[in-house]
């Protein structure tokens, strides 16, 4: 499956109250949802870094990305304050990687988990992961709810031929527990922190975070055409406020937020 409709509002509601998100998706196929992510983040952020990560870069997506006009790729002879860098590797090996593990240590603020859709993948992902977040971050995990939300299913299996033969994968792991909702459920469970997740009726994802930390509704105003008119009210630690006011109570408090209202 792919966040159809969350693209416009994380980036114009959520990462555009960033100074320079860092976005990390798992899973990248062939970029339905990374380009139009990409496009609302040139419109709504004056900066970022988006990180793709795919035991495999399709040409159908990776060509489109070079004509992507302001977005700075490694290689790219100048730099520039929209980049994005893209893996073709597994997630646990990204996510395992020391010298990654110290670079984003922290500071990834929100993650995209779409890539193998198994208990003991989204299990390990969501728990290496904590390298790499912090306590705003925002997690959008798709397969919530599906086919594969009490499921397992292994790409190796079930994929396209490239898929099928991947020398980034090993082989599956099967456990008592299947599915991607078990996973995300006892991934929370365990976890010291207290969570929120939301899902939104007729959508797979679910979007989850740290409880104390931030507040997150998105607010339908037309429920037939769902999220075209929609927007993603963002709070933190707990107060009642609105986005409209978030700038003018955070620029002292808050230091990963812009003030720029
Ligand atoms: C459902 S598609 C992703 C769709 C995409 N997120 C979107 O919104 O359009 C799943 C992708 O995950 C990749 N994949 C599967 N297992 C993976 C793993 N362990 N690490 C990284 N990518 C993986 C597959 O190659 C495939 O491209």
């Known amino acids: 499956m792919s966040y159809l409709g969350y693209s416009k509002i ?17 899973g990248l196929d062939r970029g339905q949802t990374a380009l139009p992510l990409l496009y609302n983040m ?7 870094k988006f990180i793709g990560v795919d035991i495999k870069l399709q040409s159908e997506f990776t060509e489109q990305i070079t004509q992507l006009g302001d977005l700075k ?53 969501l728990k290496m992961l904590e390298n790499f977040t912090h ?40 456990l008592e527990k299947k599915g991607v909702k078990n996973a995300i459920d006892d991934y929370l469970r365990e976890s010291p922190w207290e ?14 975070w740290r409880k104390d930390h931030l507040n997150l509704k998105i607010v339908f105003n037309d429920d037939k055409r769902k999220f075209r008119n929609s927007k993603m009210v963002v709070k933190f630690n707990n107060n009642p406020i609105s986005v409209s006011t978030l700038f003018g109570y955070c620029d002292t408090t808050i230091p990963v937020f812009n003030n720029k209202k």
């Open 10 to 26: 994380l980036a114009r509601d959520f990462l555009s109250l960033f100074d320079k998100p860092i976005i990390l998706e798992i």
């Open 195 to 208: 969570w929120s997740v939301l899902t939104c009726d007729g959508t797979e994802p679910c979007l989850m």
């Open 135 to 174: 306590e705003r971050t925002l997690y959008i995990c798709d397969d919530y709810y599906g086919k594969h939300s009490q499921l397992d299913n292994f790409i190796t299996e079930t994929g396209a031929e490239f898929q099928r033969n991947n020398k980034h994968l090993g082989e599956p792991v099967r």
């Open 42 to 48: 040139s419109l709504y952020c004056d900066e970022f």
């Open 73 to 125: 790729l490694p290689g790219d002879k100048e730099r520039g304050k929209k980049e994005a860098e893209f893996y073709e590797t597994s997630s646990m090996t990204w996510l395992s990687t020391k010298s990654l593990q110290e670079k984003y240590r922290g500071k990834i603020d929100l993650v995209m988990i779409d890539g193998d859709h198994n208990y003991h993948t989204v299990y390990n992902e």
